[in-house]
Structures are given as C-alpha cells and as structure tokens.
C-alpha cells in the first residue's frame, strides 16, 4: 500500500543486545556481569531461566548473519558486552571479547548490512557494581575508557554507533523497583543512577568522536512512552501526575541531552533541584554533545491517574486504559498511534533541538507456534504509525524492529517471544516466521 512507501535511504533494522542472544557466559575470558549474578537470585526470573546459553550466537553468528541477509537488512542492531571486552570493567582488556565483535562487524559488511552497535544493554561488568555501579560517578568515566577501546579496535568500520539502551529502564527496573538486575530497590534514591549514566553517555561521545572514523553518527537509544489520562480521570490532581511521570520517564533523559538541563523535578516532589548534588559543574555541557541521531524504542503508551495515596512516595499511580485494546503475550495493549502522537510530540516538543530520530527498537511479544498474524498486524500498524509521523514533518530516518530472534526476556525468561525468527531452545533451531517473510517483502518493496 501507499503507507508503506518510505524513501530509498530509510534504513531498515532489526536488534538484539547481548546478554539476550548470545550465551558463552563463561567463554573466552568474559568476566561476570550483573546479570549472570541476578539470575542465580531465587525468584528474580521466571522459571530460573538464564542467559548462559541464551540463543547460543557466540556460536552461531555465521548462521544468523545469514538470516539478516535473507531478511534484507540494511542494518543490524546488537549490543556489545562490557565484561567480554574488560572483563574487570576497567584496566585489562580481553581480545578474545574484542575478536568476537571484529568477526561480526566484518561479517555484517560482507552481507551489505551496517553494524549498528549499543555499547551498554544493561550487562554491567559485575566488578563495577561491586563499587556502586551506576550510583557511583566513577561509573560514568569507566564508560567512557570502555567506549574508547571499542572504538580503536571497531571504529575504522562502524559508521552508527548507540551508547546507551534505555537508561530509564535500567534505573527503574534495575535500581528503583529491583525486578531487573541488580536488583536494588532504592525507589526514589536510583535516581542519580540517571544521571550517571547520562554523563557516561557524554563521555562515550566524546571517545566515540575521537577514535571513530570522522563519518561516525552517534546516538542513544531512550525508551520513550506518550503519557495518557483515562478519560474518566482527568482531573488537575490526575494532569499533574501524568506530568510528574512524563518527567520522570521521558523529560529525565531527554531534556538533558537535547536542551543541557533537567527537567525541574522538585516540582512534583520527585527531587531537590541539585539532587543533592549528584550534578557537577559542566556535566551538562559533557552530556548535552550534538547528538547525531535520537534512538526511540517505543512499546506502548503508559496510563496514569493521581495517586490513591500520596504519602506512598511516588507522585503518581500507574493506571489501566478504559478502551478495550488489543493484547500482547505480555499483556501490552497494541497502541500503533501512540507512536505518532509520541513522535510528533517529540518534535513539537524540542523542535530544532530534536535531531533525527531513529526507532530503535519496537515490536511485540506473541504466543509461539500460532500464525503469527498478531505480530504482523503489530509491526504494520507501527511502520504505518511512522509513515503518518513522517507526513508530518518528523524526520524519522530509520526502524529497527524488536527482535530478530527470540530471546531472554529478563525477569520473564524464555517465555515472551519478541523474534521474527522463532528459536527452538533446546536445540537452537532458528524457523522465520510468517512476520520474518512479511518484513522481508516489506523491504523488498521499498527498493528502487
Ligand atoms: C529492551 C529490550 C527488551 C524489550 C522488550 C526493551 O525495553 O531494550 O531488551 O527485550 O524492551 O521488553
């Protein structure tokens, strides 16, 4: 159809991150990361599933390098683990990590498919956690001497590189709630584990501009959600905690890079203006660098009302939609136009600021072993709910679905499947799906 007409050059991607697909937990000299020691916690993922053997990539990369290339990708989305390269997080470097990545990068270049790396997908060297992880600054500097060794080894290839994925969700999931690893249920106190990581950004930046080729595009990739009011609460107390969340989970990560400054957080309570002094003199300046591209992963929209109980911490509740949406396996409603309105709020929002934008991940969750019409009917609506961005006036450059396989879903284990390719876990059988052959045709339809 029409919708589905984008220009010659938009890119067309699919992602992973690594400690998601690749296994080998123990190879090669990789060091432990904070999820090789969460999953171990009893109770912390469904079932006591782990990453150590995941989709076994480490060994397969000939093999599912292969399937992007019958996908037609014209780009490739993975992440890079921390601890297989500095196995400490800091000070010796493993080659053998560093070999791994080199084959892939190359092996991506012979398909025609762009390697687009994420330097942190949440598998934080486990020694550094040891210090503090991301509550600690020193973090953000070893993120920074991190992103410096990958780009002398990768750096003469890579032409798009992404520093963080999600720092929201790490920070939430990860250091506020517990549910994701490291498991620290710090709630409101995680917060300077923002702006570490942010500043970890900036610092990745710059290492990135001085040891990249001189084309290198660097971006983030933030989990943004358009908040929404159920229309039978919508009451000033319900606008100012819908403000308070869209503060918290979008304005926190956004305004910094794209404006230099945070959003103002003491306004709903969330923060004293100087975070009790977690943000140095010039820190914005190192995190608001020009920014090649804005990297969105985009789910769904989040419901909020005001708090049942303010004096329970946080300034808002998480709410359910009146409307009867359609579902994912996770329970996700399946909102395609809440793309659009986030897309074009976005630039509405930051105009000229806002630099290109990029989808970086979007996808969905669907039973195994149906037709799989649920998952095409998902990604239609959302490439459609770009396209209709794009009309007006946002410049969306690219689309990188989540995921080529299915893989580790964290704290749920193996049992949200997110892949176009359906992996068989006991004997790593990769089956494209019939949305592996609509995304195909899709791509196909879009060349010249
Ligand atoms: C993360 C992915 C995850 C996906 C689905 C994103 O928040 O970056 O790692 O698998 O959502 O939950």
């Not at 399946?334 to 930051?350: Q, R």
Request: with cysteine.
């Amino acid at each position: 159809t029409d919708l589905l007409r984008f220009p010659a050059d938009f890119v067309w991607g699919a992602s992973t991150a690594a400690y998601q697909i690749e296994g080998a937990a123990e190879e090669d000299g990789k060091g432990p990361s904070i999820w090789d020691t969460f999953v171990r916690r009893p109770g912390a993922v469904r079932d006591g599933h782990t990453g150590a053997v995941a989709c076994d990539h480490y060994h397969r990369l000939d093999e599912d390098v292969a399937l992007m290339r019958r996908l037609g990708l014209d780009a490739y989305r993975f992440s890079i683990s921390w601890p297989r390269v500095l196995p400490a997080g800091a000070g010796r470097v493993e080659p053998r990590g560093l070999d791994f990545y080199d084959r892939l990068v190359d092996a991506l270049l012979d398909a025609g498919i762009e390697p687009t790396p994420t330097l942190f997908h949440w598998d934080l060297p486990q020694a550094l956690e040891d210090e503090g992880g991301w509550m600690v600054r020193d973090t953000a500097y070893r993120f920074g001497e991190y992103a410096a060794v990958v780009a002398e080894r990768l750096g003469d290839r890579v032409r798009r590189w992404i520093t963080l994925n999600e720092p929201f969700v790490h920070m939430s999931f990860g250091y506020g709630f517990g549910v994701h690893a490291p498991g620290r249920a710090l709630m409101l106190d995680a917060l300077p584990v923002a702006h570490h990581q942010l500043l970890g950004h900036g610092l990745a930046v710059a290492a990135l501009r001085a040891g990249a080729r001189p084309d290198a595009q660097v971006l983030i990739a933030n989990n943004c959600s358009p908040v929404r009011l159920r229309a039978d609460a919508a009451s000033a107390a319900d606008r100012l905690a819908a403000d308070a969340y869209d503060a918290l989970h979008n304005r926190l990560f956004n305004d910094p890079l794209l404006l230099g400054r945070y959003p103002d957080l003491s306004a709903y309570g969330l923060a004293d203006p100087s975070w009790g002094g977690v943000v140095q003199d010039d820190d914005l300046k190192v995190i608001a660098a020009p920014l090649d591209g804005l990297g969105v992963n985009y789910y769904n929209p989040t419901w909020i009302t005001a708090p049942a109980d303010p004096a329970a911490g946080l300034p808002f509740d998480l709410a359910e939609p009146q409307e009867a949406y359609r579902r994912t396996a996770f329970d996700w409603p399946v909102v395609p136009d809440g793309l659009t309105e986030l897309l074009v709020g976005l630039k509405a929002g930051y105009g000229d600021a806002l630099p290109p934008v990029w989808i970086t991940e979007n996808g969905c969750s669907e039973p195994a072993g149906v037709d799989d019409r649920a998952r095409i009917d998902y990604l239609a609506g959302h490439v459609g709910a770009v396209a209709r961005a794009r009309e007006q006036g946002v410049d969306v450059r690219g689309y990188f679905t989540w995921s080529l396989l299915d893989n580790f879903e964290w704290a749920e284990g193996y049992h949200q499947r997110f892949g176009l390719v359906e992996v068989d876990f006991e004997t790593q059988t990769r089956t494209p799906r019939a949305s592996f052959e609509w995304y195909r045709a899709l791509i196909a339809a879009q060349r010249p």
